[in-house]
C-alpha cells in the first residue's frame, strides 16, 4: 500500500507525542519512588554506576574485563530483580519503572533496525484512509441509534419487515463485532430507504473501532476521485487504498455513470480484493435484473458468487421516521 505524505507526517507526530507521554509518566514515577522508596531509587541509581564502571574498564583496556562484564552482568539482573520485588510490594505493579511505551517492539520511534515497525505501518494505514474517507460524506452512526418500530409488522409476501429487519440487525451486529480477515463479503440489497446505508455505517464505525482500516464512502464518489487521479487531475491513489483496506464499504452500486472506465475500476476493485482475501460490503437499490441488466456478466458473477446476499425488505422507513418525529 502506498502512504501519502500526510500520512507520514501525521505518523511522526503521533509517535513523537506517544514518546513524550510515556517519558513524563516514566519521569513522574522515577521521582515518586525516590519520594515514597527511596531504597529502590538507590538501587536504580546503583544499577546506573556501574554502567559507567565498566565504561571506564573498558577506556583502560584491561585484560580480565570480560569476566567482570559477565559478573557485572549477573549482580545487575539480580539487582534489576530486587527492584522489581520491591515496586510490586510499594506499587503492585513490577514494571512501573520500565519506559511505559505504546509500543514496546520500536520504543515509539516507528522503526526497528531500520525497517518499519507494525504500529507505524498501522498508523500509515489508518491516516492514508481517513484522508479518503475524508470526501465521504457519510454520517456513522452506532448500533443502538437503530429503530426497529420504523418497520411494518404487516406481511409482505410472507415476510415481515421488522422480524426480517431484526435478524438483520443482529447478523450486522454480530459480523462488525467478529469482524476479521475471513470475514464474508456482504451484498446489501433492497429498496431505498430500508437502512442499508445507516447499517453500514454502524459496520463502519464499530470495525474502526475494532482497530481495524474502513474505507466507506459512495461508489460514485470514489470512482469519481479514481477517475481524477488517473488523468492527473489530483493526486493520490484511492483505487490502491480501497483494494487494501481492511473493509471496503461501496454505498449505493448503481448510482455512478455507466462508463467503460467506471466499470473496469470497479471490476479491479471487487476482484483484486476478492483475491486477497479481503472483505468487502456493497450495498445497492438495484434489483437483480436491474443489476444484470447494467453490468457486464464478470461484475454481475463476482458478487453473485463471492458475496452473502442479504435483502433488506419494507417500506420505506423515511416517512415513517418522519411521522414519529412530529
Ligand atoms: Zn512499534
Same mark, same amino acid.
Given at each position: ?5 500526510? !500520512? ?9 507525542? &506517544? ?21 529502590? !531509587? ?34 545487575? @539482573? ?17 514494571? *512501573?519503572?520500565?519506559?511505559? *511505551? ?53 406481511? %409482505? ?10 435478524? %438483520? *440487525? ?5 459480523? !462488525? ?13 433492497? &429498496? ?46 484511492? @483505487? ?14 448503481? /448510482? ?10 470497479? *471490476?479491479?476493485?471487487?476482484? /483484486? ?48 421516521? &418522519?411521522? @414519529?418525529?412530529?
Amino acid at each position: 500500500m502506498k502512504y501519502s505524505e500526510q !500520512a507520514f507526517e501525521r505518523a511522526e507526530a503521533e509517535l513523537s507525542k &506517544r514518546r513524550k507521554r510515556a517519558e513524563e509518566i516514566h519521569i513522574k514515577r522515577t521521582e515518586e519512588i525516590e519520594r515514597v522508596a527511596p531504597e529502590i !531509587a538507590t538501587l536504580q541509581k546503583s544499577l546506573a554506576a556501574t554502567g559507567a564502571e565498566l565504561m571506564r574498564l573498558v577506556v583502560e583496556r584491561r585484560e580480565d574485563v570480560p569476566e567482570i562484564i559477565e559478573k557485572v552482568k549477573e549482580k545487575n @539482573l539480580s539487582t534489576q530483580e530486587t527492584i522489581k520485588d520491591l515496586l510490586e510490594v510499594v506499587k503492585g505493579d513490577r514494571s *512501573y519503572l520500565d519506559v511505559p *511505551y505504546f509500543c514496546n517492539v520500536c520504543k515509539d520511534t516507528g522503526y526497528v533496525n531500520g525497517t518499519r515497525c507494525e504500529c507505524l505501518k498501522k498508523l500509515l494505514r489508518k491516516y492514508t484512509i481517513d484522508e479518503v474517507n475524508q470526501n465521504c460524506h457519510i454520517k456513522l452512526h452506532d448500533f443502538n441509534e437503530f429503530r426497529l418500530e420504523y418497520y411494518d409488522t404487516g406481511s %409482505i409476501n410472507g415476510v415481515v419487515p421488522r422480524d426480517k429487519m431484526a435478524q %438483520i *440487525y443482529q447478523f450486522c451486529r454480530d459480523y !462488525a463485532l467478529n469482524f476479521g480477515k475471513g470475514s464474508p463479503s456482504l451484498f446489501f440489497f433492497g &429498496r431505498t430507504g430500508l437502512g442499508k446505508t445507516f447499517l453500514s455505517s454502524c459496520i463502519a464505525k464499530r470495525v474502526m473501532e475494532n482497530g481495524f482500516n474502513v474505507a466507506f464512502g459512495s461508489i460514485l464518489d470514489f470512482l469519481r476521485t479514481i477517475e481524477n487521479e488517473r488523468f492527473g487531475r489530483a493526486e493520490g491513489d484511492t @483505487l490502491d487504498i480501497l483494494i487494501n483496506a481492511d473493509l471496503l464499504i461501496l454505498d449505493d452500486l448503481g /448510482s455512478e455513470f455507466q462508463t467503460s472506465f467506471n466499470e473496469s475500476a470497479l *471490476y479491479d476493485i471487487i476482484n /483484486s480484493r476478492i483475491n486477497l482475501d479481503r472483505p468487502t460490503i456493497i450495498s445497492t437499490n438495484l434489483s437483480a435484473s436491474e443489476l444484470n441488466g447494467r453490468y457486464n456478466e464478470r461484475i454481475v458473477s463476482r458478487i453473485t458468487g463471492c458475496f452473502d446476499p442479504i435483502p433488506f425488505v419494507g417500506k420505506d422507513i423515511r416517512h415513517v421516521k &418522519r411521522q @414519529l418525529r412530529y
